[in-house]
């Protein structure tokens, strides 16, 4: 959460200055930490590789709000307490998976379950991740480049 809380902080704060319009760059820090949930792998990934999807969700955001097109979806504290109130058994899973890159087998001896077992947990947390941030994705999701 720690991560998550500083990168939203960070999005925000820059597209501010970008944009001159605090509420503007919420919501684009809102939609872009959207799309990292959305594809949650990222977040195993430090340096260019994380901060190179930021880039790209967020410029995408920039360029809609420059143009008045920015769609106005959930808030911050609407997504921050969606991701406060995740299930124990997801972000056991999701810290296993998308933070430390564990793969099935590590997994499902980390678990104490068979292979099978973790893979299916593992999907269900994906959508379960999809599911949470499709609130405050735009109606048409992330852009085509970003599926």
């Not at 200055?17 to 760059?25: F, I, P």
């Not at 990934?45 to 995408?60: D, H, N, Q, V």
């Not at 921050?80 to 995740?86: D, E, K, N």
Request: aromatic share 6%.
């Amino acid at each position: 959460m720690t991560r998550v809380c500083a990168t939203y902080d960070a999005i925000t704060y820059t597209c501010q200055h970008r944009l001159g319009n605090r509420q503007l760059a919420e919501q684009v820090g809102t939609q872009v930490l959207a799309g990292l949930l959305a594809k949650p792998k990222v977040f195993r990934y430090f340096g260019l590789p994380y901060s190179g999807r930021i880039a790209r969700l967020a410029e995408a955001r920039l360029a809609e709000a420059r143009e008045g097109r920015l769609a106005q979806v959930a808030s911050w504290p609407h997504l921050l307490q969606a991701l406060t109130g995740l299930p124990l058994e997801h972000q056991e899973v999701f810290v296993l998976t998308c933070v430390r890159g564990d793969d099935d087998g590590q997994l499902a001896s980390t678990l104490g379950c068979d292979t099978q077992i973790a893979s299916l947990r593992r999907h269900r947390t994906m959508e379960y991740m999809r599911g949470l941030a499709a609130c405050a994705l735009p109606s048409d999701g992330l852009p085509e480049d970003e599926e």
